[in-house]
């Protein structure tokens, strides 16, 4: 390919110009493309529209298992063997703690995630209920992740206060019919373009590691350009053992940071987030990411833990970026020592007797 000028690819991403195909597949495979020179055009890009702030997010699986869908890559699909705790909504008074919780680890989102197709009108207008105790109790935004939503679903919970609704496209349309058979692609879709219609932001993710090809991501990245999606969750797969997908071998991270540099490339003004598998697939080159991508999940994902929130919030002091919260980064690392020092307090009482 011709020479790559990575201040004009920087630039263009900044105009919203979107890239050609030859060029993104560059990005992803080129070792003519210096990986430290495209992510140092794409962090030009990233402060424009975010400084060197991080915003941290914190999932709640208010609802997990018993799912009817047969999707490949889940847990909590009715074809997974997966153990996992399964449980049926958790308590108002439980879900309304994890809030707050979340707001003191410095959550700037807290998202709620329910798993199944779809939910009926009652589950709806009690997720509802729950969005307004929270967004009345905390400085905190509120994201729900509840399934196929039709618009009247969709208005009541934008009538509530939720911030924003995730609805991940996981995969491209082509590869669709290879990881789920119990809903289509289009399905989800229309959920995304109806809650764009009706005004609210939305968060939709992909899946990397699921047999999907250069061209494949590229196209994903394209399709959530053109749907304008607030936010994009870049998750690594992570192999759960009675999952239907059998790949357990780890994605090489160079990969990993190319493909989050093309994402943000593309959607320049959208937050990318450092989803599921930033620990296993990105390992040492995890700091890395945070010049690209302005978001995380803290202290794991659905149905897998992740690293503890203190090594989290060095590894983003350390890199030198600020947090997008109320709580600062050196108070938030004093609680963590106050912590472990209460703790080895207990701890040695208990040695003593
Ligand atoms: S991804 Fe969602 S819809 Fe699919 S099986 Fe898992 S919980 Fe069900």
């Given at each position: 390919m011709k020479t790559l000028n990575y201040d004009q690819l920087a630039e263009n991403s900044i105009r919203e110009v979107s890239l050609d195909k030859e060029t993104a597949l560059s990005i992803l495979s080129s070792k003519d493309i210096e990986?430290?020179?495209?992510?140092?055009?794409?962090?030009?890009?990233?402060?424009?529209?975010?400084?060197?702030?991080?915003?941290?997010?914190?999932?709640?699986?208010?609802?997990?298992g018993y799912c009817p869908e047969d999707c490949k890559y889940c847990a909590?699909?009715?074809?997974?063997?997966?153990?996992i705790d399964s449980y049926p909504i958790k308590s108002d008074k439980e879900i309304i703690n994890e809030a707050e919780e979340a707001y003191h680890k410095g959550a700037f989102r807290y998202c709620m995630v329910s798993s199944g197709k779809s939910h009926n009108a009652e589950r709806i207008e009690h997720i509802a209920?729950?969005?307004?105790?929270?967004k009345s109790s905390y400085k905190i935004e509120v994201c729900i992740s509840a399934g196929?939503?039709?618009?009247?679903?969709?208005?009541?919970?934008?009538?509530?206060?939720a911030d924003r609704i995730?609805?991940?496209?996981?995969?491209?349309?082509?590869?669709?019919?290879?990881?789920?058979?119990?809903?289509k692609y289009s399905d989800r879709l229309n959920t995304i373009q109806l809650a764009k219609e009706i005004g609210l932001q939305v968060c939709s993710g992909i899946i990397i590691g699921m047999g999907e090809s250069p061209e494949d991501i590229i196209e994903m990245a394209l399709t959530l350009n053109k749907l304008r999606v607030e936010s994009i969750p870049v998750n690594?797969?992570?192999?759960?053992?009675?999952?239907?997908?059998?790949?357990?071998?780890l994605l090489d991270p160079e990969y990993c940071l190319r493909i989050l540099c093309l994402f943000r490339l593309l959607n320049p003004k959208a937050d990318i987030r450092?989803?599921?598998?930033?620990?296993?697939?990105?390992?040492?080159?995890?700091?890395?990411?945070?010049?690209?991508?302005?978001?995380?999940?803290?202290?794991?994902?659905l149905n897998t833990a992740g690293s503890k929130r203190n090594k989290t919030y060095q590894m983003i002091k350390d890199a030198g970026f600020t947090l997008n919260s109320d709580i600062s980064l050196n108070e938030l690392l004093k609680k963590e020592s106050n912590f472990i020092e209460a703790h080895s307090i207990e701890f040695s009482k208990t040695v003593k007797n």
């Amino acid at each position: 390919m011709k020479t790559l000028n990575y201040d004009q690819l920087a630039e263009n991403s900044i105009r919203e110009v979107s890239l050609d195909k030859e060029t993104a597949l560059s990005i992803l495979s080129s070792k003519d493309i210096e990986l430290l020179s495209l992510i140092n055009a794409t962090f030009k890009v990233r402060k424009e529209y975010f400084g060197k702030t991080i915003s941290i997010h914190i999932i709640n699986n208010i609802q997990n298992g018993y799912c009817p869908e047969d999707c490949k890559y889940c847990a909590q699909s009715k074809n997974s063997n997966a153990k996992i705790d399964s449980y049926p909504i958790k308590s108002d008074k439980e879900i309304i703690n994890e809030a707050e919780e979340a707001y003191h680890k410095g959550a700037f989102r807290y998202c709620m995630v329910s798993s199944g197709k779809s939910h009926n009108a009652e589950r709806i207008e009690h997720i509802a209920a729950l969005i307004k105790n929270i967004k009345s109790s905390y400085k905190i935004e509120v994201c729900i992740s509840a399934g196929i939503l039709d618009k009247n679903k969709l208005s009541i919970l934008k009538a509530a206060g939720a911030d924003r609704i995730n609805h991940n496209i996981n995969t491209s349309e082509a590869l669709y019919p290879s990881i789920c058979t119990t809903h289509k692609y289009s399905d989800r879709l229309n959920t995304i373009q109806l809650a764009k219609e009706i005004g609210l932001q939305v968060c939709s993710g992909i899946i990397i590691g699921m047999g999907e090809s250069p061209e494949d991501i590229i196209e994903m990245a394209l399709t959530l350009n053109k749907l304008r999606v607030e936010s994009i969750p870049v998750n690594f797969f992570i192999p759960i053992e009675g999952t239907r997908i059998d790949n357990s071998s780890l994605l090489d991270p160079e990969y990993c940071l190319r493909i989050l540099c093309l994402f943000r490339l593309l959607n320049p003004k959208a937050d990318i987030r450092i989803a599921a598998g930033r620990e296993l697939h990105l390992r040492d080159m995890e700091t890395m990411s945070f010049y690209i991508a302005n978001s995380l999940f803290l202290e794991g994902y659905l149905n897998t833990a992740g690293s503890k929130r203190n090594k989290t919030y060095q590894m983003i002091k350390d890199a030198g970026f600020t947090l997008n919260s109320d709580i600062s980064l050196n108070e938030l690392l004093k609680k963590e020592s106050n912590f472990i020092e209460a703790h080895s307090i207990e701890f040695s009482k208990t040695v003593k007797n």
